[in-house]
T-cell receptor, first 113, second 112 residues
Framework: TQLLEQSPQFLSIQEGENLTVYCNSSSVFSSLQWYRQEPGEGPVLLVTVVTGGEVKKLKRLTFQFGDARKDSSLHITAAQPGDTGLYLCAGAGLRGSARQLTFGSGTQLTVLP | AAGVIQSPRHLIKEKRETATLKCYPIPRHDTVYWYQQGPGQDPQFLISFYEKMQSDKGSIPDRFSAQQFSDYHSELNMSSLELGDSALYFC???????????FGEGSRLTVL
């Protein structure tokens, strides 16, 4: 079983602050995705990282995949209230279950105006 | 662009009743997944289908079953419902050769 641990579990910050969310595993993943979910809605894909060490930017969001493809981070610069939501990382297995995603435990972010 | 469509969006059932959820994946996506998400929890994988055949099985109770039909839509059948089955049930589809899932808006099941 490939487990993904996210930290922190809860994060409440003021508008304009920066933050980083971490996603860690002892297993190697072929790719890793980050999703954002709002209450009562399905998770929405933000980004997919595939190559170890890869860095992707999406406006104020920066995603990094660890060199060993076991961990990832999401950094948000100058957070806004619209960034509020549940952030989930999800890893795709290397073989066999490559079509199955393992979700992290999630980080509930609240950005206060 | 077409998205994953789930129905019904909300469903209220009593204990020991049966419920059926439907999922219509994005056209030309070859894999369908079902996830269960309890309050404050991350999505838990239930089952998936690849080209209409069951491909992976997760923590799906024996009381639940699912299938994918010739038109690629999928149905999740839940019998002998228990209070603990109350949750959001998400369907997701995945195009060939990518790891990205596209989720529907979910079906909220409430068991009274």
């Amino acid at each position: 079983t490939q487990l993904l641990e996210q930290s922190p579990q809860f994060l409440s910050i003021q508008e304009g602050e920066n933050l980083t969310v971490y996603c860690n595993s002892s297993s190697v993943f072929s790719s890793l995705q980050w999703y954002r979910q709002e209450p009562g809605e399905g998770p929405v894909l933000l980004v997919t990282v595939v190559t170890g060490g890869e860095v992707k930017k999406l406006k104020r969001l920066t995603f990094q995949f660890g060199d060993a493809r076991k961990d990832s981070s999401l950094h948000i610069t100058a957070a806004q209230p619209g960034d509020t939501g549940l952030y989930l990382c999800a890893g795709a297995g290397l073989r066999g279950s490559a079509r199955q995603l393992t979700f992290g435990s999630g980080t509930q972010l609240t950005v206060l105006p | 662009a077409a998205g994953v469509i789930q129905s019904p969006r909300h469903l209220i059932k009593e204990k020991r009743e049966t419920a059926t959820l439907k999922c219509y994946p994005i056209p030309r996506h070859d894999t369908v997944y079902w996830y269960q998400q309890g309050p404050g929890q991350d999505p838990q994988f239930l089952i998936s289908f690849y080209e209409k055949m069951q491909s992976d099985k997760g923590s799906i109770p024996d009381r639940f079953s699912a299938q994918q039909f010739s038109d690629y839509h999928s149905e999740l059948n839940m019998s002998s419902l228990e209070l603990g089955d109350s949750a959001l049930y998400f369907c997701a589809s995945r195009p060939e050769n990518t790891g990205e899932l596209f989720f529907g808006e979910g079906s909220r099941l409430t068991v009274l």
